[in-house]
Protein backbone atom coordinates (compact mmCIF):
# COMPACT_ATOMS: atom_id res chain seq x y z
CA UNK A 1 0.00 0.00 0.00
CA UNK A 2 2.60 2.63 0.65
CA UNK A 3 4.44 1.73 -2.41
CA UNK A 4 1.33 2.51 -4.21
CA UNK A 5 0.99 5.51 -2.89
CA UNK A 6 4.60 6.62 -3.18
CA UNK A 7 4.10 6.03 -7.13
CA UNK A 8 1.09 7.65 -7.41
CA UNK A 9 2.87 10.89 -5.76
CA UNK A 10 5.50 10.45 -8.22
CA UNK A 11 3.45 10.16 -11.48
CA UNK A 12 1.09 13.06 -10.04
CA UNK A 13 4.52 14.82 -9.11
CA UNK A 14 5.70 14.39 -12.63
CA UNK A 15 2.62 15.45 -14.73
CA UNK A 16 2.12 18.92 -13.14
CA UNK A 17 4.92 20.41 -15.34
CA UNK A 18 3.04 18.94 -18.04
CA UNK A 19 -0.44 20.23 -17.36
CA UNK A 20 0.72 23.58 -16.69
CA UNK A 21 2.19 23.49 -19.75
CA UNK A 22 -0.86 22.81 -21.71
CA UNK A 23 -2.33 25.48 -20.03
CA UNK A 24 0.04 28.25 -20.46
CA UNK A 25 0.89 27.45 -24.25
CA UNK A 26 4.50 28.39 -23.89
CA UNK A 27 6.91 25.67 -24.89
CA UNK A 28 9.20 24.63 -22.24
CA UNK A 29 12.35 24.85 -24.69
CA UNK A 30 10.67 28.25 -26.34
CA UNK A 31 11.94 30.71 -23.85
CA UNK A 32 14.52 32.69 -25.61
CA UNK A 33 12.78 33.58 -28.35
CA UNK A 34 9.62 36.33 -28.96
CA UNK A 35 7.21 35.06 -27.30
CA UNK A 36 4.54 37.49 -29.33
CA UNK A 37 4.42 37.42 -32.24
CA UNK A 38 5.72 33.68 -32.01
CA UNK A 39 9.00 33.26 -33.61
CA UNK A 40 9.99 30.46 -35.61
CA UNK A 41 12.10 28.71 -32.80
CA UNK A 42 9.97 29.11 -30.29
CA UNK A 43 6.85 27.33 -32.52
CA UNK A 44 8.85 24.57 -34.33
CA UNK A 45 10.76 23.82 -31.32
CA UNK A 46 10.24 20.42 -29.32
CA UNK A 47 6.63 20.49 -27.86
CA UNK A 48 5.76 23.80 -29.88
CA UNK A 49 2.95 25.10 -31.07
CA UNK A 50 3.96 24.32 -34.24
CA UNK A 51 5.96 21.69 -34.33
CA UNK A 52 3.34 19.08 -36.12
CA UNK A 53 3.64 21.87 -39.46
CA UNK A 54 4.94 20.73 -42.56
CA UNK A 55 7.34 23.72 -42.12
CA UNK A 56 9.03 23.15 -38.38
CA UNK A 57 9.04 19.20 -39.57
CA UNK A 58 11.46 20.35 -42.84
CA UNK A 59 13.67 23.01 -39.89
CA UNK A 60 13.59 19.88 -37.93
CA UNK A 61 14.89 17.62 -40.66
CA UNK A 62 17.22 19.92 -41.88
CA UNK A 63 18.96 21.55 -38.01
CA UNK A 64 19.96 17.77 -37.65
CA UNK A 65 23.72 18.15 -37.59
CA UNK A 66 26.28 16.56 -35.39
CA UNK A 67 26.38 18.25 -32.36
CA UNK A 68 26.39 17.86 -28.35
CA UNK A 69 23.65 16.56 -26.81
CA UNK A 70 23.76 19.38 -24.78
CA UNK A 71 25.07 22.98 -24.74
CA UNK A 72 23.78 26.26 -25.10
CA UNK A 73 26.41 27.81 -27.39
CA UNK A 74 25.84 27.49 -31.46
CA UNK A 75 27.22 24.32 -31.30
CA UNK A 76 24.21 22.71 -29.20
CA UNK A 77 21.04 21.19 -29.97
CA UNK A 78 18.91 22.71 -33.48
CA UNK A 79 15.65 22.93 -33.81
CA UNK A 80 14.93 19.18 -33.26
CA UNK A 81 15.99 19.56 -29.73
CA UNK A 82 16.05 23.17 -28.27
CA UNK A 83 14.74 25.62 -30.85
CA UNK A 84 15.29 28.72 -27.52
CA UNK A 85 19.14 29.57 -28.34
CA UNK A 86 20.01 31.18 -31.65
CA UNK A 87 22.85 33.34 -29.94
CA UNK A 88 26.15 34.38 -31.87
CA UNK A 89 29.05 36.16 -28.90
CA UNK A 90 31.45 38.76 -29.75
CA UNK A 91 29.17 40.62 -32.22
CA UNK A 92 28.92 43.72 -30.71
CA UNK A 93 26.58 45.64 -33.16
CA UNK A 94 28.12 44.88 -35.97
CA UNK A 95 25.04 42.21 -36.99
CA UNK A 96 25.50 42.74 -40.81
CA UNK A 97 29.00 42.08 -40.97
CA UNK A 98 29.05 38.98 -38.64
CA UNK A 99 25.67 37.03 -39.77
CA UNK A 100 25.80 35.74 -43.44
CA UNK A 101 22.95 37.01 -45.53
CA UNK A 102 20.28 34.58 -46.43
CA UNK A 103 21.17 33.18 -42.82
CA UNK A 104 19.36 35.65 -40.65
CA UNK A 105 16.95 33.40 -39.22
CA UNK A 106 19.67 30.84 -37.81
CA UNK A 107 22.14 33.62 -37.76
CA UNK A 108 24.83 31.68 -39.39
CA UNK A 109 24.39 28.32 -36.82
CA UNK A 110 24.25 25.08 -38.62
CA UNK A 111 22.33 23.57 -35.88
CA UNK A 112 19.55 26.40 -36.78
CA UNK A 113 19.84 25.64 -40.55
CA UNK A 114 16.28 24.80 -41.18
CA UNK A 115 14.83 28.44 -39.60
CA UNK A 116 16.47 30.12 -43.06
CA UNK A 117 14.44 27.06 -45.26
CA UNK A 118 12.63 29.54 -47.82
CA UNK A 119 9.24 28.47 -48.00
CA UNK A 120 5.43 29.94 -48.24
CA UNK A 121 4.29 27.72 -45.49
CA UNK A 122 5.74 29.10 -42.35
CA UNK A 123 2.97 29.67 -39.83
CA UNK A 124 1.60 33.34 -39.00
CA UNK A 125 0.73 35.69 -36.14
CA UNK A 126 -2.22 37.90 -37.79
CA UNK A 127 -1.32 41.69 -36.95
CA UNK A 128 -3.31 44.74 -37.76
CA UNK A 129 -1.09 47.37 -39.73
CA UNK A 130 -0.33 51.03 -38.53
CA UNK A 131 -1.43 49.82 -35.22
CA UNK A 132 -0.10 49.92 -31.61
CA UNK A 133 1.33 46.21 -30.73
CA UNK A 134 2.50 44.83 -27.09
CA UNK A 135 5.25 42.55 -27.92
CA UNK A 136 6.13 40.16 -25.66
CA UNK A 137 10.38 38.53 -25.42
CA UNK A 138 10.97 35.61 -23.19
CA UNK A 139 14.03 34.76 -21.89
CA UNK A 140 15.98 31.98 -20.57
CA UNK A 141 17.79 34.33 -18.35
CA UNK A 142 17.40 38.32 -17.59
CA UNK A 143 19.90 40.52 -18.99
CA UNK A 144 20.04 43.73 -19.65
CA UNK A 145 20.35 45.04 -23.58
CA UNK A 146 18.87 46.37 -26.36
CA UNK A 147 16.27 45.15 -28.41
CA UNK A 148 16.01 46.06 -32.45
CA UNK A 149 12.92 44.93 -34.46
CA UNK A 150 13.05 45.14 -38.08
CA UNK A 151 10.05 43.97 -41.19
CA UNK A 152 10.90 43.49 -44.47
CA UNK A 153 10.03 45.34 -46.79
CA UNK A 154 6.99 45.59 -49.52
CA UNK A 155 7.36 42.95 -52.09
CA UNK A 156 9.17 40.47 -50.00
CA UNK A 157 7.88 37.11 -50.14
CA UNK A 158 8.61 34.56 -47.70
CA UNK A 159 9.96 32.19 -50.97
CA UNK A 160 12.55 34.23 -51.59
CA UNK A 161 14.09 33.95 -47.84
CA UNK A 162 15.17 36.56 -45.86
CA UNK A 163 18.44 38.54 -46.90
CA UNK A 164 19.98 41.91 -45.68
CA UNK A 165 18.99 44.23 -48.08
CA UNK A 166 14.94 43.06 -47.40
CA UNK A 167 15.15 44.68 -44.22
CA UNK A 168 15.41 48.56 -44.01
CA UNK A 169 18.46 49.89 -42.32
CA UNK A 170 16.44 51.14 -39.36
CA UNK A 171 14.42 49.44 -36.90
CA UNK A 172 10.68 50.24 -36.75
CA UNK A 173 11.02 49.47 -32.87
CA UNK A 174 14.02 49.99 -30.17
CA UNK A 175 13.46 49.44 -26.95
CA UNK A 176 16.59 49.44 -24.15
CA UNK A 177 15.87 47.77 -20.58
CA UNK A 178 12.21 47.51 -21.25
CA UNK A 179 10.32 46.09 -17.87
CA UNK A 180 10.34 42.21 -17.44
CA UNK A 181 6.33 41.58 -16.39
CA UNK A 182 5.72 37.44 -15.91
CA UNK A 183 8.72 36.29 -17.09
CA UNK A 184 8.83 38.44 -20.68
CA UNK A 185 10.19 41.82 -21.47
CA UNK A 186 7.00 43.58 -22.66
CA UNK A 187 7.49 46.33 -25.51
CA UNK A 188 4.81 48.61 -26.91
CA UNK A 189 5.21 49.96 -30.38
CA UNK A 190 3.19 50.89 -33.94
CA UNK A 191 2.96 47.95 -36.76
CA UNK A 192 4.33 49.12 -39.70
CA UNK A 193 1.87 49.54 -42.42
CA UNK A 194 2.20 46.54 -44.40
CA UNK A 195 0.16 44.05 -46.54
CA UNK A 196 0.48 39.93 -46.58
CA UNK A 197 3.12 37.94 -45.10
CA UNK A 198 6.12 39.35 -43.71
CA UNK A 199 8.80 38.80 -41.53
CA UNK A 200 9.84 40.16 -38.03
CA UNK A 201 13.16 40.16 -37.37
CA UNK A 202 14.73 40.74 -33.94
CA UNK A 203 18.10 41.55 -32.41
CA UNK A 204 18.56 41.60 -28.78
CA UNK A 205 22.17 42.77 -28.43
CA UNK A 206 23.28 41.99 -24.24
CA UNK A 207 24.96 44.67 -22.44
CA UNK A 208 26.00 42.75 -19.43
CA UNK A 209 27.18 39.80 -21.73
CA UNK A 210 28.92 38.89 -24.98
CA UNK A 211 25.90 37.48 -26.59
CA UNK A 212 23.34 38.61 -29.05
CA UNK A 213 19.98 37.00 -29.91
CA UNK A 214 18.46 37.00 -33.08
CA UNK A 215 14.84 35.35 -34.00
CA UNK A 216 12.15 35.43 -36.78
CA UNK A 217 8.46 35.72 -36.58
CA UNK A 218 6.05 35.37 -39.29
CA UNK A 219 3.25 37.44 -40.01
CA UNK A 220 0.65 38.35 -41.98
CA UNK A 221 -0.61 41.90 -41.93
CA UNK A 222 -3.92 40.91 -44.15
CA UNK A 223 -5.03 42.37 -47.64
CA UNK A 224 -6.01 45.80 -48.23
CA UNK A 225 -9.46 46.52 -48.40
CA UNK A 226 -11.12 47.01 -51.61
CA UNK A 227 -11.42 50.18 -53.66
CA UNK A 228 -15.20 52.14 -52.96
CA UNK A 229 -16.09 51.98 -56.68
CA UNK A 230 -15.79 55.63 -57.60
CA UNK A 231 -19.45 55.57 -59.24
CA UNK A 232 -21.00 54.18 -56.14
CA UNK A 233 -22.95 56.45 -53.60
CA UNK A 234 -21.92 60.03 -55.66
CA UNK A 235 -24.35 62.07 -57.28
CA UNK A 236 -24.59 61.84 -61.33
CA UNK A 237 -22.89 64.21 -63.36
CA UNK A 238 -25.28 66.38 -65.15
CA UNK A 239 -26.04 65.29 -68.80
CA UNK A 240 -23.91 67.24 -71.18
CA UNK A 241 -26.41 69.83 -73.49
CA UNK A 242 -27.33 68.73 -76.41
CA UNK A 243 -26.66 70.99 -79.46
CA UNK A 244 -29.81 72.07 -81.28
CA UNK A 245 -29.70 70.35 -85.20
CA UNK A 246 -28.24 72.70 -87.23
CA UNK A 247 -30.92 74.40 -89.98
CA UNK A 248 -30.76 73.17 -93.06
CA UNK A 249 -30.93 75.15 -95.94
CA UNK A 250 -34.19 74.77 -98.14
CA UNK A 251 -33.99 72.69 -101.23
CA UNK A 252 -34.67 74.26 -104.13
CA UNK A 253 -37.75 72.29 -106.45
CA UNK A 254 -36.03 71.08 -109.39
CA UNK A 255 -37.78 72.39 -112.89
CA UNK A 256 -37.15 70.59 -116.69
CA UNK A 257 -35.04 71.77 -119.06
CA UNK A 258 -36.39 75.47 -120.60
CA UNK A 259 -39.41 75.31 -118.39
CA UNK A 260 -40.38 78.74 -116.63
CA UNK A 261 -39.24 78.99 -113.09
CA UNK A 262 -42.17 81.16 -111.11
CA UNK A 263 -40.81 84.69 -110.27
CA UNK A 264 -40.33 84.83 -106.92
CA UNK A 265 -41.40 88.21 -106.21
CA UNK A 266 -44.82 87.39 -108.51
CA UNK A 267 -47.73 87.18 -105.71
CA UNK A 268 -49.22 83.36 -105.98
CA UNK A 269 -52.72 83.13 -105.92
CA UNK A 270 -54.89 81.90 -102.68
CA UNK A 271 -57.89 79.70 -102.82
CA UNK A 272 -59.64 82.43 -100.92
CA UNK A 273 -59.47 84.78 -103.97
CA UNK A 274 -62.61 83.32 -105.96
CA UNK A 275 -64.55 83.54 -102.72
CA UNK A 276 -63.59 87.48 -102.50
CA UNK A 277 -64.40 88.06 -105.48
CA UNK A 278 -68.15 86.56 -105.60
CA UNK A 279 -68.76 88.48 -102.59
CA UNK A 280 -67.33 91.81 -103.72
CA UNK A 281 -69.60 90.52 -107.26
CA UNK A 282 -72.68 90.13 -104.83
CA UNK A 283 -72.24 93.26 -102.64
CA UNK A 284 -71.86 95.44 -106.42
CA UNK A 285 -74.88 93.63 -107.67
CA UNK A 286 -77.15 94.88 -104.49
CA UNK A 287 -75.88 98.19 -104.97
CA UNK A 288 -76.74 98.92 -108.45
CA UNK A 289 -80.07 97.17 -107.74
CA UNK A 290 -80.76 99.45 -105.28
CA UNK A 291 -79.81 102.59 -107.20
CA UNK A 292 -82.23 101.69 -109.70
CA UNK A 293 -85.15 101.34 -107.68
CA UNK A 294 -84.17 104.58 -106.25
CA UNK A 295 -84.48 106.19 -109.64
CA UNK A 296 -87.55 104.55 -110.68
CA UNK A 297 -88.94 105.96 -107.61
CA UNK A 298 -88.19 108.96 -108.43
CA UNK A 299 -89.29 109.22 -112.39
CA UNK A 300 -93.41 108.29 -110.81
CA UNK A 301 -95.53 111.78 -111.19
CA UNK A 302 -96.50 112.69 -107.63
CA UNK A 303 -100.58 112.26 -107.26
CA UNK A 304 -103.09 114.80 -107.56
CA UNK A 305 -105.02 116.19 -103.99
CA UNK A 306 -108.23 115.42 -103.65
CA UNK A 307 -110.76 118.07 -105.75
CA UNK A 308 -107.93 119.24 -108.06
CA UNK A 309 -109.03 119.21 -111.44
CA UNK A 310 -107.59 116.85 -113.77
CA UNK A 311 -105.47 118.31 -117.09
CA UNK A 312 -107.24 116.11 -118.92
Same mark, same amino acid.
Given at each position: ?F !????? =??? @? ?6 L /? ?7 ? @? ?5 G?V???R ?7 ? &????EA?? *? *? $??SA ?5 P ?5 P ?12 R????NG ?7 D ?25 ? $?????F ?6 A????G?F????T??G??P??G????DL ?7 ? =???P???? +???M????P???G ?5 ? /????S??P??Y???AD???G ?5 P??? +????? $?????V?P?? !? ?10 G?? &? ?8 S ?5 ? @???? @? ?7 A??? *???V???R??P????A????
Amino acid at each position: MF !ATRRA =TLL @AVACGTPL /IVLALTGVP @ASARDTGSVPLSRAAGCASGG &RNSAEAAC *A *A $AMSAGRAPGPARGRGPGGPGPAGKGDNVRVPGVNGRDRQRIPDGKLCSAGVPRYAGLDLPRGDWPTTAM $APGQMFTFRYRPAAPHRGTFRMYVTRTGWTPTDGLHWADLPEEPFLTA =TDPPLRDG +AYVMHGELPRRTGRHVIYT /IWQTSDGPDTYYSCADVDFGMPPPMPDPG +AGSPA $APAEPVAPPE !AQPPVEPEFPAGGD &RPNADRPRPSSATPRV @ALLA @ATTIALALAAVG *AWLVYRRRPDPLPDGAPDDA
